[in-house]
């Protein structure tokens, strides 16, 4: 997802919602540990975590990502994918968009957390294949994720990504809903083709109580 559009709009976002966050990490073999959660690995676990959660409705599928760091320091993001998706396909394009939103924000390492155990095994290889498409997606997300310094893929329990879930529930009805300060954006495209995005509303802004049609 190298479009013009999407590198704007992450430099946007990373002004205005990283203005004060404080990012210490320490160096670390670039990594990604596969069949092990942050707790079986026995590391000590960084500042920042990354929680992903996709669903699909009728008219579209929603996905929602939520970013947490030092001080209680948070953003989040809304998404509507607007192509013909799985749900396996939906929670792939918000882990991909997540990803590349942390490396936006130039943080070195990672807890990445979501609730789709089939693709959090994929990504960890401890899953096989049976859909082309969703090893493209394991393909570009792995790419994505080996740029960073240290990076963990953990399965948690749909109940422990509530606010996640709540955000990618929304994107696919009206966004008016949605808290003061999260970002909603449509993606037209697969992300292993790179996709291309569409803003729809900055909700820090004053006027972006509008549903989606």
Same mark, same amino acid.
């Given at each position: 997802? !190298? !479009?013009?559009?999407?590198s704007?709009? =992450?430099?946007s976002?990373?002004?205005?919602?990283?203005?004060?966050?404080?990012?210490?990490? $320490?160096?670390?073999? !670039? $990594?990604? +540990? @596969?069949?092990?959660?942050?707790? %079986?690995?026995? /590391?000590?676990?960084?500042?920042?975590? =990354?929680?992903?959660?996709?669903?699909?409705?009728?008219?579209?599928?929603?996905?929602?990502?939520? +970013? %947490?760091?030092?001080?209680?320091?948070?953003? *989040?993001?809304?998404l509507?994918?607007?192509?013909?998706? $799985? &749900?396996? *396909?939906? *929670?792939?394009?918000?882990?991909? /968009?997540?990803?590349k939103?942390?490396?936006?924000? &130039?943080?070195?390492?990672?807890?990445?957390?979501?609730?789709?155990?089939? /693709?959090?095994? @994929?990504?960890?290889?401890?899953?096989?294949?049976? &859909?082309? +498409? =969703?090893?493209?997606?394991? *393909?570009?997300?792995? %790419?994505?994720?080996?740029?960073?310094?240290?990076?963990?893929?953990?399965? +948690?329990?749909?109940?422990? &990504?509530?606010?996640?879930?709540?955000?990618?529930?929304?994107?696919?009805?009206?966004?008016?809903?949605?808290?003061?300060?999260?970002?909603?954006?449509?993606?037209?495209?697969?992300?292993?083709?790179?996709?291309?995005?569409? /803003?729809?509303?900055?909700?820090?802004?004053?006027?972006?109580?509008?549903?989606?049609?």
């Open positions: 997802m !190298s !479009s013009p559009a999407l704007g709009r =992450l430099t976002v990373k002004a205005q919602a990283l203005t004060d966050f404080v990012i210490g990490c $320490t160096a670390h073999p !670039s $990594t990604i +540990i @596969q069949g092990q959660s942050a707790d %079986e690995a026995k /590391v000590v676990k960084p500042d920042w975590e =990354l929680y992903v959660d996709g669903a699909r409705k009728d008219k579209g599928a929603g996905a929602g990502i939520l +970013i %947490e760091g030092p001080r209680e320091k948070t953003v *989040e993001y809304a509507l994918v607007s192509f013909p998706a $799985t &749900n396996n *396909e939906d *929670e792939y394009e918000v882990m991909i /968009v997540g990803l939103l942390v490396k936006s924000f &130039n943080i070195e390492e990672i807890l990445v957390r979501g609730d789709s155990k089939l /693709v959090i095994d @994929q990504i960890r290889g401890g899953c096989g294949f049976k &859909n082309e +498409i =969703l090893m493209k997606y394991r *393909e570009k997300a792995v %790419e994505i994720a080996q740029v960073f310094k240290w990076v963990v893929f953990e399965h +948690i329990p749909r109940a422990e &990504n509530g606010k996640a879930d709540r955000l990618s529930r929304l994107a696919t009805t009206y966004y008016s809903e949605l808290p003061k300060g999260v970002y909603v954006e449509v993606y037209n495209l697969p992300a292993y083709k790179g996709a291309m995005v569409k /803003v729809l509303a900055d909700t820090n802004l004053e006027d972006w109580r509008t549903p989606i049609t």
